[in-house]
């Protein structure tokens, strides 16, 4: 006999499966302290789950880290996935706590956590600076995304507070976006 799902739940199972990383992923995630969902969304946009993916630029493995990235939190093989995974869990924890207070609450940390992953810190602070320096709040990821249109102009290289120069962003802002979507995606589906 079937189980019944009420309406609502159907998509929501007990055995839920994202990827046939769910375990390694899940026991990384806890221990790094982040919701193994998240990570999951992050690993699918980054690799779709393909423990041998690499980038033109030399990002490697599920979690498509740099080497030297990856070296600094304790990875010496990225397309072993338990290291890559291990390593990109750990980047992403330091990443959270870097904007704890700066970020409004949780969600605005892991928005900003995702947009340092992908466009790396730096470039995360140059935002944040700048917003600051036109008076926007930056403890919102919109806000920030807002600010980011003026950062691809000449004029941003007379500001002060930006050190990297100019930014395009258009990447960094679909990123937190989509993997975002998935992210809320994989908490209605998978317990």
Do not use: C
């Amino acid at each position: 006999m079937a189980r019944y799902i009420p309406f609502g739940e159907r998509d929501r199972q007990e055995n839920y499966r994202i990827s046939p990383y769910d375990s390694l992923i899940r026991a990384w995630s806890d221990s790094a302290g982040l919701d193994w969902r998240l990570v999951s969304a992050i690993v699918y946009h980054e690799s779709h789950f393909r423990h041998d993916a690499l980038s033109k630029r030399g990002a490697t493995g599920l979690m498509q880290m740099m080497p030297s990235t990856a070296r600094a939190f304790g990875a010496d093989s990225l397309l072993d996935p338990s290291q890559n995974v291990m390593a990109g869990t750990r980047y992403l924890k330091s990443l959270f706590y870097r904007y704890r207070g700066i970020a409004a609450n949780t969600t605005e940390q892991q928005k900003m956590m995702l947009a340092a992953y992908n466009a790396g810190g730096g470039r995360i602070t140059d935002i944040i600076n700048y917003a600051r320096w036109k008076g926007v709040d930056p403890g919102y990821w919109d806000n920030l995304a807002g600010v980011i249109p003026e950062m691809r102009s000449d004029s941003i290289l007379a500001v002060d507070t930006v050190k990297l120069g100019k930014f395009q962003g258009f990447e960094t802002i679909e990123y937190v976006k989509a993997v975002m979507a998935r992210y809320g995606h994989y908490t209605r589906i998978a317990p």
